[in-house]
């Protein structure tokens, strides 16, 4: 460890301050489902820079995911440098075989769709919505403007 001068702080504490800060993907998924403008959406379809965030949800693919009484299928994956999530609001269903089904496929395949899923995100993504969460404002990105009050 580098010892500094007091009332310097080492390049290690920063960096573990600095990534203390960022909120978790499971926070910033609730919070954007949550939002005033699209209040518990029938769907939703985002990206999310894993620079932003923490990734708390490491693993899970297809997975239930409760918000005030509701209850959304969340399909997810990893797109290098980003997470995309499919959101539809539905019942709660068993997913652990197609959660299975869809890691093994990631698994398979190396990664390469995903990566190259990320990388075409750059040049698609056309809107973005910002996330108010406690640790700071997370940009949210989107293929195309969304409509909020569409019912499928």
């Known amino acids: 460890m580098v010892f500094l001068k007091s009332g310097?702080?080492?390049?290690?504490?920063?960096?573990?301050?600095?990534?203390?800060?960022?909120?978790?993907?499971?926070?910033?998924?609730?919070?954007?489902?949550?939002?005033?403008?699209?209040?518990?959406?029938?769907?939703?379809?985002?990206?999310?820079?894993?620079?932003?965030?923490?990734?708390?949800?490491?693993?899970?693919?297809?997975?239930?995911?409760?918000?005030?009484?509701?209850?959304?299928?969340?399909?997810?994956?990893?797109?290098?440098?980003?997470?995309?999530?499919?959101?539809?609001?539905r019942p709660y269903q068993d997913l652990s075989a197609e959660d299975k089904f869809y890691t093994g496929l990631k698994i398979i395949n190396f990664g390469f769709p995903c990566l190259a899923y990320g990388i075409s995100a750059w040049f698609l993504v056309t809107t973005t919505e910002d996330v108010k969460m406690p640790q700071g404002v997370v940009k949210v990105y989107f293929w195309y403007k969304e409509d909020h009050n569409a019912m499928s």
């Open 8 to 89: 310097r702080k080492s390049l290690w504490t920063v960096a573990l301050r600095r990534k203390r800060q960022k909120p978790k993907a499971s926070e910033v998924l609730t919070a954007h489902l949550r939002q005033e403008d699209c209040r518990l959406p029938h769907w939703t379809s985002y990206f999310v820079k894993y620079s932003s965030v923490r990734n708390d949800q490491f693993a899970k693919s297809h997975f239930n995911w409760p918000v005030d009484g509701q209850n959304y299928h969340i399909l997810r994956t990893g797109c290098f440098p980003f997470i995309k999530y499919h959101c539809t609001r």
